[in-house]
């Protein structure tokens, strides 16, 4: 019964390494989010894509890029990490509201703990 | 600047009392407010909504408060069980703009047998 699917659990990678991260969803839904969570600061937005092809900027959004070439599927880059991207990182997926507004349905994944040395 | 504040990072309670998780946001422009229950090594999961045209919401034990003037919200939990020990995140967000959730620090709830 799983929904959203985040392609790794735990990831290790030095400095400067170029990083994917990959989620998966299998609802059909229109809007995609990738989120960081650190202790003290809660979930912080780093980008969204509200279609395929579209991306759009959160909270935090440097260092970062997305992609979104299938709508199930929304990617995550760290271009060149550092250690201050060490982090659990939520994948996030929900359907498309009423007259386009969001739908705050999230259905969230598991979640990718990522270190960075 | 943090705009969704959850002010007590952890929170005991004893198994059937009342816990009371408090929330407070800054953005006037917020009018949907969402509280999610996240345990260890899963993802969050939606515990139940409130907007701003309410200023209160049931769903069984547990029930969001929104005090729109006070830009205050809280979440009762009654009774406390011990499943219910978790983090637990306040989120809002404009209901009329395009974008992600706008989540807090977040509150660790341990409920003691």
């Known amino acids: 019964d799983v929904k959203v699917t985040q392609s790794s659990r735990y990831l290790v990678k030095r400095t400067g390494e170029k990083v994917f991260l990959e989620c998966v969803q299998d609802?059909?839904?229109?809007?995609m989010f990738w989120y960081r969570q650190d202790p003290g600061l809660g979930l912080r937005l780093i980008y969204f894509?509200?279609?395929?092809?579209?991306?759009e900027k959160g909270d935090i959004p440097e260092g970062y890029s997305v992609s979104r070439e299938k709508k199930e599927r929304f990617s995550l880059i760290l271009e060149s990490a550092s250690t201050n991207q060490t982090s659990m990182y939520l994948c996030?997926?929900?359907?498309?509201?009423?007259?386009?507004?969001?739908?705050?349905?999230?259905?969230f994944g598991s979640g990718t703990r990522l270190t960075v040395v | 600047d943090q705009q969704v504040k959850q002010n007590s990072p952890s929170l005991s309670v004893q198994e059937g009392r009342i816990s009371i998780l408090n929330c407070d946001y800054t953005n006037s422009m917020f009018d949907y407010f969402l509280w999610y229950k996240k345990y260890p090594a899963e993802g969050p999961t939606f515990l139940i909504s409130?907007?701003?045209?309410?200023d209160k919401n049931e769903d069984g034990r547990f029930t969001v408060f929104l005090n729109k003037s006070a830009k205050h919200l809280s979440l009762h939990i009654v009774p406390s069980q011990p499943g219910d020990s978790a983090v637990y995140f306040c989120?809002?967000?404009?209901?009329?703009?395009?974008?992600?959730?706008?989540f807090g620090e977040g509150t660790q709830l341990t409920v003691n047998p």
């Open positions: 609802m059909d839904h229109e809007n």
């Open positions: 894509s509200y279609d395929v092809k579209m991306k």
């Open positions: 996030a997926s929900s359907e498309l509201g009423h007259r386009g507004l969001i739908n705050y349905g999230y259905t």
């Open positions: 989120a809002a967000s404009p209901t009329k703009r395009i974008g992600g959730l706008t």
């Open positions: 409130i907007s701003s045209i309410k």
